[in-house]
């Protein structure tokens, strides 16, 4: 219960202000403090899931760091179809370990290995030196149809993209393969016989990387703009010139350019960019802090891993060349050629470089300086295949893929993103790139134009963010149940002490009411104003307000010991009609003196029954009923009090008192008239003590009171 003091002058207005701000004073601070818990879990989930971004994100380096192992270690002479083996004074040609078919792959996706001389010359270790009979060197003609329409493709590929220049006589031999087959008709071809180049799609297709909506299929144009001027290396040179290849300004351009040229209106969509990523403030910024910390440790992650070993180098090499005019002349016996020579040189190797084509593939390619002239070799990858093989392996199997995306982005244009939920989609305008960034990081040279952009689309909570969701609800509801029984603690006690203040009040009228009288008929005696013949009279009247007065405060006392303490009965088990006659005696003289009648109704079966009471407490209970009744019906019409008994059905006995008077509301236990309720009260009292009930009917007129006691076995 709340304290006297604090409740003391409040109403239930005022009390509600107060257990509000109270209230607010506590719960806003938890609040804040639950807020920082929440904030920090998610700070802590955050650093989490970016941990296993950094170690997906470093398997991935540590692949293609072997990978590019493997192709950079090829020699000058592997991208020739016929290489020296052993001692090249023994004059032993065997093929090159890239002329294999299905094709080599040192990297996933690989489509091809190609070369280009200073003229622009293309050839690739698929095919044997033009005018070489292949039937000699172990290939058939099925073979070496697919071997060429292979060739064709990469040679048709790079020159779509303006690294070479076409080549319609390409692999010539005998009469075969005069006409270069259509890709889509090649590519079947190879599928079907189990190509190196599985599955790839032809450059243009609909199932090339996001980058391909700048391919524009330009076989026929791009090549007469190639013919058309001096061809140059320098091209290759220019493919990670911001303004060139790789660039998707310049993809833009030259795509416009072509359609201009081949009156196309065709325009190729604009690749989505990674500044277009709506990157959360907050968790960039943590982003940002824990990136500043990798770069103090020793390692950014806009540093990428560079593989070990990538720098220029020089190789002496022994290649097969032909001899004279006998180039025609197919050697019979690769390990005793004819009409080929040994020639043993010194080339200076630059390491590979990477770019992206305006067709979508990957591109790998370095510069071999032989005899004061360039060339350029490289590897022609799907870029699609590659993705698949060496990213999103890694991605897919780990706890990212169920809540985040992986964005694969080349410089500043998205090509791809992964979804370990939907697989893989390509990045578009329409595609809503809303995201929160968790982790970005360049791949390892030759790859640093690409990079991996993990971005979260939810963040799970981790096993603490429950623990404080349960204590926030258990908090919650301990706060809201603990306020409102305040506050009807709090309406309680001020009910309670509005209730009190009345009952001093009314107790202090009542006892003024017969202190006045009996003073006032005292002095009147006193002074000898009255008359022998009303002498007598005033002294009953002094006589009845003294009885009133004791019965008054032996009322307020045993309500006092009644509330405070429990009360000690003297409980026996008696016949209603002895408890009846024992008290009729004393009630007949109230109802009288008081001016009323009194009727009496008593059945047999009630009389008989026993019932256990306190028969001092009993008798109170009756007179205090009927002194409630004398006093709200003076005014009555019919001066009548009626006390009868009754048997119920359930075998209980019900003793009523009933006036004629104005009757007493259903929900009060006191009438609108003067008086404290102090009788009643100890009505109620003493019948539940003595497992009893009490209940109040409007007779109409009059008032009621009924009270039951169970029947004793």
Not at 13 to 22: E, G, M, S, V, W
Not at 192 to 217: D, K, M, Y
């Amino acid at each position: 219960m709340l304290p006297r003091r604090l409740i003391r002058g409040h109403d239930t207005k005022r009390l509600r202000y107060f257990l509000a701000a109270l209230f607010l004073a506590l719960a806003v601070p938890t609040a804040v403090l639950i807020w920082q818990a929440y904030g920090q879990l998610k700070w802590e989930a955050f650093h989490h899931y970016r941990t296993i971004a950094e170690d997906v994100t470093g398997r991935i380096d540590a692949r293609l760091v072997d990978l590019m192992h493997s192709v950079d270690a090829r020699s000058f002479a592997d991208y020739a179809f016929l290489v020296v083996s052993g001692d090249p004074s023994a004059n032993l040609v065997q093929r090159s370990p890239l002329s294999q078919y299905p094709v080599q792959r040192d990297l996933p996706g690989v489509i091809g290995y190609f070369q280009v001389d200073a003229e622009g010359s293309f050839s690739t270790p698929l095919l044997p030196p033009d005018g070489t009979d292949a039937g000699s060197l172990g290939i058939g003609e099925a073979e070496y149809t697919e071997r060429l329409q292979l060739a064709q493709e990469i040679q048709q590929v790079l020159a779509d993209n303006r690294l070479v220049r076409p080549r319609p006589d390409l692999g010539r031999w005998r009469n075969l393969a005069a006409a270069p087959a259509p890709l889509e008709e090649s590519d079947a071809g190879r599928n079907e016989a189990g190509s190196g180049a599985e599955q790839r799609a032809a450059p243009g297709s609909s199932e090339s990387v996001a980058a391909a909506p700048n391919v524009s299929s330009r076989s026929g144009a791009s090549a007469a703009i190639v013919d058309r001027d001096a061809y140059s290396q320098r091209i290759f040179d220019e493919l990670n010139e911001p303004s060139t290849g790789g660039g998707d300004f310049a993809r833009q351009r030259e795509a416009e350019e072509l359609a201009d040229q081949t009156g196309s209106d065709a325009r190729p969509a604009r690749a989505s960019k990674v500044s277009g990523l709506d990157i959360d403030a907050d968790l960039q910024k943590s982003s940002e802090r824990v990136a500043r910390q990798d770069t103090f440790e020793g390692r950014s992650n806009d540093d990428p891993i560079d593989a070990v070993g990538r720098v220029k180098r020089k190789e002496q090499i022994a290649l097969p060349e032909p001899v004279g005019g006998a180039a025609s002349e197919a050697p019979t016996n690769i390990a005793g050629p004819v009409g080929l020579r040994i020639s043993t040189f010194e080339s200076e190797i630059d390491p590979f470089e990477f770019s992206l084509l305006d067709s979508g593939h990957f591109v790998l390619f370095r510069r071999v300086w032989r005899d004061d002239e360039r060339y350029i070799q490289g590897v022609l990858v799907d870029a699609k295949r590659f993705m698949d093989d060496v990213i999103r392996a890694q991605f897919v199997d780990t706890a990212l893929a169920t809540m985040s995306s992986l964005v694969v982005a080349y410089e500043d244009d998205v090509i791809r993103t992964f979804d370990g939920r939907a697989g893989a989609s390509y990045a578009s305008l329409a595609e809503g790139l809303d995201r929160t960034l968790l982790y970005r990081s360049r791949l390892p040279a030759p790859m640093t134009s690409l990079q991996l952009i993990f971005t979260l689309e939810s963040l799970p909570p981790g096993p603490g963010a429950r623990v404080v969701s349960w204590a926030t609800l258990v908090l919650a509801i301990v706060f809201v149940a603990g306020f409102v029984t305040l506050y009807q603690l709090g309406v309680r006690q001020i009910e309670l002490a509005r209730q009190e203040q009345d009952f001093v009040s009314a107790v202090s009228h009542e006892l003024r009411t017969p202190l006045t009288s009996i003073r006032m008929y005292g002095e009147m005696l006193k002074e000898g104003w009255v008359s022998e013949e009303k002498r007598q009279s005033y002294y009953q009247f002094i006589h009845d307000e003294s009885e009133r007065l004791s019965r008054l405060i032996s009322n307020v006392l045993q309500l006092a010991r009644l509330t405070r303490a429990d009360p000690q009965f003297d409980m026996k088990s008696i016949r209603v009609g002895d408890l009846m006659r024992g008290i009729e005696s004393k009630i007949t003289g109230q109802v009288e003196h008081a001016g009323f009648e009194l009727r009496l109704h008593r059945s047999d079966e009630a009389d008989g029954t026993v019932i256990r009471v306190d028969e001092d407490c009993f008798a109170q209970i009756l007179i205090n009923l009927i002194d409630n009744a004398i006093k709200f019906s003076k005014g009555a019409a019919t001066r009548m009090i009626e006390v009868s008994s009754k048997r119920l059905s359930d075998g209980r006995v019900s003793i009523a008192v009933r006036d004629f008077g104005p009757g007493i509301p259903k929900d009060q236990l006191t009438r609108e008239t003067v008086g404290t309720g102090i009788g009643l009260a100890i009505v109620h009292q003493l019948t539940t003590a003595m497992n009893g009930s009490v209940e109040l009917i409007n007779a109409e007129p009059g008032a009621e009171f009924r009270i039951t006691f169970p029947a004793s076995d």
